[in-house]
């Protein structure tokens, strides 16, 4: 399973000379298999602009854009999707159910004016959109699973498997706000059947503890959490993700450092990683691998195998 971040930031993007190595771009992940009519795009912040402009006459026949849920910094990038405006092209739009609202509903008023100039039913390409089902479903040779976590609004973790290799995504998510050492059952923690055992935990890392307090019931996690629930999880390796659009790339990487002496009682260091924009992570269970994509040139199938 092949991963490429194009947004890692969180909030409101955050561009600069002080974030130039982890990015400003706000979430979104693309992840694929080797498969060339088909490609999976986790969350639609501002980074899915570029992903959009290095598809070109390439891009795969079907798109299935996976929303954790709708708050501005992961939709922002949608109405800048090249695909978008192509009207042969097949795209596919998941999210969180609403009691009141359907999800096409929802991002219609996004995509309208004031805020966009354009109404989403002008635009041409062969859009569907769907509520993430609450059994697990099949998109692109990805089995995919779907679950309620703590945040404000409608929100939805997501569980990926494929390739032999499994990767949670919880991008906005504090499940110290329900608890995670002091539950006495691990499975009633805010997505751990979603994190359970995973060979890759992308989650919300957007606090240092000190930031944590004042901030409490906003939806975010400080560094502390992640790590208690990644082992509570029992997860294998841990990609701080959803960064705080103020921490600078040295304020991120000693948040990481504070983070390993908890996290190396149990894991090496190693396993503890700072998500960055511009990497592709190959997820293989028994290993991982990295490396860096030219994000400027013409978009290529990814060969999931490395």
């Known amino acids: 399973m092949r991963l490429r971040m194009w947004g890692t930031r969180g909030s409101i993007p955050a561009p600069g000379p002080e974030t130039v190595r982890y990015g400003g771009n706000t979430s979104c992940v693309e992840v694929s298999n080797g498969e060339p009519d088909h490609r999976l ?12 402009n ?15 849920h709708l708050h501005s910094d992961h939709i922002m990038g949608m109405g800048f999707f090249d695909p978008l405006w192509n009207p042969e092209q097949e795209i596919h739009i998941w999210g969180p159910a609403s009691a009141t609202r359907t999800l096409a509903e929802r991002m219609a008023r996004y995509l309208s004016p004031p805020f966009f100039p354009v109404r989403m ?5 062969k859009l569907s959109f769907h509520d ?29 498997i494929g390739d032999g290799a499994s990767v949670a995504y919880l991008p906005d998510h504090e499940p110290a ?9 691990p499975e009633w923690i805010s997505g751990y059947r979603l994190a359970k055992g995973v060979d890759l935990l992308l989650h919300d890392a957007q606090y240092s503890d000190t930031e944590y307090p004042q ?17 509570v999880c029992e997860v294998r390796r841990v990609m701080m993700f959803h960064h705080e659009p103020r921490h600078s790339d040295e304020e991120l990487e000693a948040l990481r450092e504070t983070g390993l002496r908890q996290w190396e009682r149990t894991h090496a260091a190693e396993d503890l990683m700072l998500a960055a924009e511009g990497v592709q992570v190959d997820v293989e269970g028994s290993g991982i691998a990295f490396g860096e994509f030219d994000s400027s040139a013409p978009h290529a199938v990814a060969d ?3």
Request: a negative charge.
């Open 41 to 52: 795009i986790l969350d639609a912040g501002t980074g899915i602009r570029h992903l959009g």
């Open 54 to 68: 290095t598809f070109g006459a390439d891009c795969p026949a079907r798109l299935d854009i996976l929303l954790t």
């Open 121 to 125: 039913n002008e635009i041409p390409s």
């Open 132 to 160: 993430v089902p609450e059994d697990e479903f099949e998109v692109g040779g990805f089995r995919v699973k779907a679950e309620r976590i703590v945040h404000q609004g409608p929100t939805v973790g997501y569980r990926l």
């Open 177 to 185: 706000l329900a608890g995670i050492d002091s539950v006495k059952h």
């Open 215 to 231: 901030r409490r019931g906003w939806g975010h996690s400080s560094i502390s959490h992640v790590v208690s629930y990644a082992q």
């Open 304 to 306: 999931a195998t490395g």
